[in-house]
């Protein structure tokens, strides 16, 4: 799956106020068969979007119209529970760029670094006041900014910065995995092995 490369972003968002979001609520084990990473999408958050006759919750966030984006804004503890990388492929196939938490599992972080999808640490304050600012007008812009590694509340100008590796950050900004990363630095390592003595 090519990686798309990501510097600034805005969008309005699906906010998700739940803590403790574990990776077999974000894609349930039953739908990890698949031998591809398209489709994940449809099953994203599958038993909070659906019932037991698999007809939409209307409850539920990602069914309510009035929230779009592609920035999901999640509760503390985002990603947590089996390191599943069909979690990240979930989202992303879903259409979501970003998820903004106040917390992440470790696993889950580098599993979305991995497949194109920038986690975004913010502090606890921050995200009430993100939420909060969501609930009262849905339509709500927020701007990520890679390269500055900051994220903005564009209507009330509150802005925080967060923290990513800065070799993760090298790769999404160009649109790179591990392997893109290593051939993009194909001269320099022939230069190096040619420096060296025989």
């Known amino acids: 799956?090519?990686?798309?490369?990501?510097?600034?972003?805005?969008?309005a968002c699906v906010?998700?106020?739940?803590?403790?979001?574990?990776?077999?609520?974000?894609?349930p084990a039953r739908f990890l068969k698949a031998t591809s990473r398209k489709g994940f999408g449809d099953n994203l958050f599958r038993d909070w979007r659906y019932d037991n006759n698999n007809q939409p919750i209307s409850s539920f966030v990602t069914n309510n119209?009035?929230?779009?984006?592609?920035?999901?804004?999640?509760?503390k503890n985002f990603g947590s529970g089996s390191s599943r990388?069909?979690?990240a492929w979930a989202?992303?196939?879903?259409g979501f760029k970003v998820v903004i938490s106040s917390f992440f599992a470790d696993i889950f972080k580098n599993n979305a670094l991995n497949n194109g999808i920038l986690p975004v640490q913010v502090s606890e304050s921050f995200l009430v006041e993100l939420f909060s600012e969501i609930v009262?007008?849905?339509?709500?812009?927020?701007?990520?900014?890679?390269?500055?590694?900051t994220v903005t509340i564009l209507s009330k100008g509150l802005s925080?910065?967060?923290?990513?590796?800065?070799y993760k950050k090298e790769c999404m900004m160009n649109g790179f995995d591990d392997i893109d990363f290593l051939l993009s630095m194909k001269e320099k390592i022939t230069e190096y092995e040619q420096s060296r003595p025989l």
């Open 1 to 11: 799956m090519p990686i798309e490369k990501f510097n600034i972003l805005k969008s």
């Open 15 to 27: 906010p998700l106020p739940v803590e403790n979001v574990d990776t077999d609520q974000i894609i």
């Open 65 to 75: 119209p009035v929230y779009s984006g592609s920035i999901l804004v999640a509760g």
């Open 85 to 87: 990388e069909h979690a």
């Open 91 to 94: 989202i992303h196939d879903y």
């Open 136 to 149: 009262t007008d849905p339509q709500t812009t927020v701007k990520v900014d890679l390269p500055a590694q």
């Open 160 to 166: 925080e910065k967060f923290e990513i590796n800065p």
